[in-house]
């Protein structure tokens, strides 16, 4: 009989920290993003990525077991690229973080504005932003209860619309189903991936994990599984109850705002859900801010080769200014998403691309995986890429 190892989690604690990683407020931005590109068929959309990120997922699961480290994209790019291509890549999939995050502060501006109506959503941001660097310098963090009320922030909004919009279902939503076409479906993936990002959390603690190779896997198959049903189950309803003009009224800029319009009887739910939803992109910003800037520590780390560096605190203040940046200078929404899905992508892609270099991995047949991991990556950089220079326009 196997001894449980100290200070170290089975499958089930990994799969939570998984779907801990990937709910986030993010999913409440992609409705509205949507509506006016895609139609019904954006449930294909989240179909694709629910695949596409199992496949990327367990491919850098195999990286991790073949290249175990303290958690770092740059262990799994380096034997193939070198230290500088994975070095840059570490940095894109840290830059990518931070891209989010402006979104993020931007949305919190804006779900505070109706509190506060006399300042305007981006001086909300300003003022979000400034604060939560202010608590990161200092040191407050969090506690195991504050996450536990973050995750539960996220999974309230989702719970409670899915419920109201279940029992207002109606089946001529859904028809025409793919009225801008098939591409469009294709192209929303950039769009959709933004609610996933994080799925690699339970790869990058590979060293944390009882029996990692087979564990780590499970993880992030059980998390994936069930954050994409719950996504599923989030759009379909959502699609199901509410005529897609209304999320492309320009009058009707928040999730919230449509839902008051089109469940004026549940007014009293619809703003706890509104609060909750503000909540949890303010929890998401501190603790990101918090990671980041310890990922931005171990970076800097190796790329000195010094033992003694920033620490993740001095980091703190270089992370908010980068993501005050993206939250500043980006106002096509478009450009968030397309710059969050092109800097992550790229670092999974690099992490894959160093499974085709090693010869076992193709006799044993799992570079299959891999491969379609890259092919469903290689079209979401696609559309990033497609959806940024289109923004710029």
């Not at 709910?23 to 989240?46: D, E, Q």
Request: net charge positive; with cysteine.
């Amino acid at each position: 009989m196997t001894k449980k190892q100290p200070h170290k989690i089975g499958v089930g604690t990994a799969t939570i920290f998984g779907m801990n990683a990937m709910i986030g407020a993010g999913i409440f931005t992609a409705p509205s993003a949507m509506a006016s590109k895609v139609g019904p068929a954006g449930i294909l959309a989240y179909l694709f990525v629910v695949v596409s990120v199992w496949f990327m997922g367990v491919s850098i699961a195999r990286a991790a077991t073949l290249f175990p480290s303290e958690g770092s994209f740059y262990a799994y790019i380096k034997p193939l690229l070198g230290h500088h291509i994975a070095m840059l890549l570490n940095a894109s999939h840290l830059l990518g973080i931070v891209v989010a995050m402006g979104l993020l502060t931007q949305n919190a501006g804006a779900y505070l504005h109706p509190f506060i109506p006399a300042i305007s959503p981006y001086m909300l941001g300003v003022i979000i932003l400034a604060t939560l660097i202010a608590l990161n310098i200092f040191g407050v963090m969090l506690s195991s209860i504050g996450q536990r009320a973050l995750i539960a922030c996220t999974l309230f909004p989702l719970i409670a619309i899915i419920i109201i919009c279940l029992a207002h279902t109606s089946w001529a939503n859904f028809v025409p189903f793919a009225p801008y076409g098939m591409r469009n479906v294709l192209a929303a993936t950039r769009i959709v991936i933004f609610g996933f990002f994080g799925f690699e959390c339970a790869s990058l603690m590979f060293n944390n994990v009882i029996d990692p190779a087979r564990n780590v896997p499970r993880a992030l198959t059980y998390a994936v599984g069930i954050v994409g049903g719950l996504y599923l189950l989030f759009v379909t309803s959502l699609i199901a109850a509410i005529p897609l003009w209304l999320f492309e009224s320009p009058e009707l800029p928040l999730l919230t705002d449509v839902l008051r319009i089109r469940f004026p009887d549940n007014d009293f739910i619809i703003g706890a859900v509104h609060i909750s939803i503000l909540s949890a992109m303010l929890g998401t910003v501190h603790s990101m801010i918090c990671s980041t800037s310890a990922s931005l520590s171990t970076l800097i780390g190796l790329a000195t080769e010094k033992k003694k560096h920033l620490t993740q605190q001095q980091c703190v203040p270089i992370i908010g200014t980068l993501i005050f940046l993206t939250f500043a200078l980006l106002k096509n929404q478009g450009l968030f998403f397309g710059f969050t899905a092109l800097f992550m992508v790229s670092a999974y892609i690099g992490a894959m691309l160093t499974l085709l270099s090693i010869k076992k991995e193709w006799t044993s047949g799992r570079n299959i995986r891999t491969l379609i991991g890259l092919g469903t990556a290689g079209t979401i950089l696609y559309f990033s890429i497609e959806l940024i220079f289109k923004s710029l326009a």
